[in-house]
Nanobody
């Protein structure tokens, strides 16, 4: 089972990026999918999640209104559209898949599979 994240890069503040996460080895149709990020010297933190049925999306307050998570079940993929990027968004972004309970969808412990991370750098 593998999650492959891509789409990171260097962008100026106010710009945008779209991250992709492709799953292989099994279908993740019954899994919640999420994005986390980890800035240098900081803990890995929740960014966004989407329920396995696509019936709900969840965001960290810091990205609400700027980021959008979506999925394409046919391609076994999840995406993170990031607009109005800020230098504070600089981090390695990880995609994750899991079957944790809804009340803990923002928790790292709810996810069993993790991608390798893709670096996003936002310059001021």
């Amino acid at each position: 089972v593998q999650l492959q994240a891509s789409g990171g890069g260097l962008v100026q503040a106010g710009g945008y990026l779209r991250l992709s996460c492709a799953a292989s080895g099994r279908t993740f149709r019954s899994y919640n999918m999420a994005w986390f990020r980890q800035a240098p010297g900081k803990e890995r933190e929740f960014v966004a999640a989407i329920r396995w049925s696509g019936s709900g999306t969840y965001y960290a307050d810091s990205v609400k209104g700027r980021f959008t998570i979506s999925e394409n079940n046919a391609k076994n993929s999840v995406y993170l559209q990031m607009n109005s990027l800020e230098p504070e968004d600089t981090a390695v972004y990880y995609c994750a898949a899991g079957r944790g309970i809804l009340s803990n969808i923002r928790g790292r412990g709810s996810y069993d599979y993790w991608g390798q991370g893709t670096l996003v750098t936002v310059s001021s």
